[in-house]
């Protein structure tokens, strides 16, 4: 992308905004850090002075932003294999495995999805996201596994970025929660924002927290657990996680955000998540150059396993008896969630695994 400048006018005073926010919401496409550092390399000025990211947006300023040339990326390619359900010239959808870090950070420079897609395809991803995150247009958590749709160009990028600020994409999401959720659907509606002193860590605050909305449907209640689909409105950093974690129900194998419930699970039927138990099932979006809508769902792969440090990978079944199963059970899902909640199951019924990779 060759460097241009842009100008815009504050329409009206915004006390309690910043200016790298404010420019974010102009620029969902533009991570709020690489805002920070063109702010900081002084590529953005206000009435034609340099600023700090703190500036308070008022009425008329004038606000000068430089978009400088991309610089090459220096992520390195690195072959790694990628579970790809849709390419073409302009992007590409992929089923990111658990455990897998989307883009190179501290601690982790090397084996992540962007050396991967470095590779896959052979540097041609959009520079929108900055040379760390070619083509990187949403993220998932190391820990979860799913749908991802990545740009292979600026205009990909941005036009996607466009849906997902609008909220026009759509993301379902199936999740395994600790504890015996009471209703069968709701809604959380609850502001989110970093946490005041595990910096790492996000949490539920309607004072100064971002607008966040997640719906859900119990698809089938456990032993101890609960099967869920969860719809994002919102898409806050760890915003599924944080969310049940208000409601009481956090994810089996979170352990930032329910140590103390998975600890009671555990002791109660066994088990041990090798992770947290969260899927990006569900991926729906418009194709930017086509303009049809494009709907994403591996079903018939691996979702959720869960492991007992007795008897190893332990099935849906025995989720609802009372003791854990004397047999090893290696059956995988072979389709996606049911549409409802099956009321008549129980331990005597045949199921097939809740697996995860």
């Given at each position: 992308?060759?460097?241009?400048?842009?100008?815009?006018?504050?329409?009206?005073?915004?006390?309690?905004?910043?200016?790298?926010?404010?420019?974010?919401?102009?620029?969902?496409?533009?991570?709020?850090?690489?805002?920070?550092?063109?702010?900081?390399?002084?590529?953005?000025?206000?009435?034609?002075?340099?600023?700090?990211?703190?500036?308070?947006?008022?009425?008329?300023?004038?606000?000068?932003?430089?978009?400088?040339?991309?610089?090459?990326?220096?992520?390195?390619?690195?072959?790694?294999?990628?579970?790809?359900?849709?390419?073409?010239?302009?992007?590409?959808?992929?089923?990111?495995?658990?455990?897998?870090?989307?883009?190179?950070?501290?601690?982790?420079?090397?084996?992540?999805?962007?050396?991967?897609?470095?590779?896959?395809?052979?540097?041609?991803?959009?520079?929108?996201?900055?040379?760390?995150r070619p083509g990187i247009v949403h993220r998932l958590d190391k820990d979860t596994s799913g749908c991802m749709v990545?740009?292979?160009?600026?205009?990909?990028?941005?036009?996607?970025?466009?849906?997902?600020?609008?909220?026009?994409?759509?993301?379902?999401?199936?999740?395994?929660?600790?504890?015996?959720?009471?209703?069968?659907?709701?809604?959380?509606?609850?502001?989110?924002?970093?946490?005041?002193?595990?910096?790492?860590?996000?949490?539920?605050?309607?004072?100064?927290?971002?607008?966040a909305h997640t719906s859900y449907r119990v698809l089938e209640r456990l032993r101890g657990a609960t099967l869920v689909e969860a719809r994002l409105h919102t898409g806050r950093t760890h915003?599924?996680?944080?969310?049940?974690?208000?409601?009481?129900?956090?994810?089996?194998?979170?352990?930032?955000?329910?140590?103390?419930?998975?600890?009671?699970?555990?002791?109660?039927?066994?088990?041990?998540?090798?992770?947290?138990?969260?899927?990006?099932?569900?991926?729906?979006?418009?194709?930017?150059?086509?303009?049809?809508?494009?709907?994403?769902?591996?079903?018939?792969?691996?979702?959720?396993?869960?492991?007992?440090?007795?008897?190893?990978?332990?099935?849906?079944?025995?989720?609802?008896?009372?003791?854990?199963?004397?047999?090893?059970?290696?059956?995988?899902?072979?389709?996606?969630?049911?549409?409802?909640?099956?009321?008549?199951?129980?331990?005597?019924?045949?199921?097939?695994?809740?697996?995860?990779?």
């Amino acid at each position: 992308m060759s460097s241009r400048t842009e100008l815009l006018t504050i329409e009206k005073t915004l006390p309690a905004e910043r200016l790298d926010s404010f420019l974010r919401s102009r620029f969902p496409a533009v991570s709020r850090g690489a805002i920070q550092r063109l702010i900081e390399e002084g590529h953005i000025r206000v009435n034609g002075r340099f600023i700090k990211a703190t500036h308070t947006p008022r009425a008329g300023d004038q606000v000068e932003i430089h978009w400088p040339e991309a610089r090459p990326a220096t992520v390195q390619p690195e072959e790694i294999p990628l579970d790809i359900l849709y390419e073409d010239e302009a992007l590409l959808v992929l089923d990111k495995p658990a455990g897998l870090v989307v883009h190179p950070a501290s601690g982790h420079e090397r084996r992540t999805l962007v050396n991967a897609l470095m590779h896959h395809c052979r540097g041609q991803l959009s520079g929108v996201g900055g040379v760390a995150r070619p083509g990187i247009v949403h993220r998932l958590d190391k820990d979860t596994s799913g749908c991802m749709v990545v740009a292979k160009n600026d205009a990909t990028h941005v036009a996607l970025s466009t849906q997902f600020a609008r909220r026009t994409v759509e993301k379902v999401y199936l999740a395994i929660l600790c504890g015996e959720v009471a209703r069968d659907e709701g809604e959380i509606r609850a502001a989110i924002a970093r946490h005041p002193s595990h910096r790492k860590c996000m949490t539920v605050d309607e004072g100064c927290g971002r607008e966040a909305h997640t719906s859900y449907r119990v698809l089938e209640r456990l032993r101890g657990a609960t099967l869920v689909e969860a719809r994002l409105h919102t898409g806050r950093t760890h915003q599924i996680r944080v969310h049940f974690k208000y409601l009481g129900y956090p994810l089996v194998g979170d352990e930032v955000y329910g140590n103390r419930q998975n600890r009671r699970l555990e002791e109660l039927t066994g088990y041990r998540a090798p992770r947290q138990m969260l899927h990006a099932w569900l991926l729906s979006f418009t194709h930017p150059r086509t303009g049809n809508r494009m709907d994403f769902n591996p079903a018939g792969r691996r979702i959720f396993w869960m492991r007992s440090p007795r008897c190893g990978r332990i099935s849906r079944g025995a989720l609802h008896s009372k003791a854990a199963p004397a047999r090893r059970y290696r059956r995988w899902c072979t389709a996606g969630p049911p549409a409802v909640p099956h009321p008549s199951h129980n331990a005597g019924q045949s199921s097939p695994d809740l697996c995860l990779e």
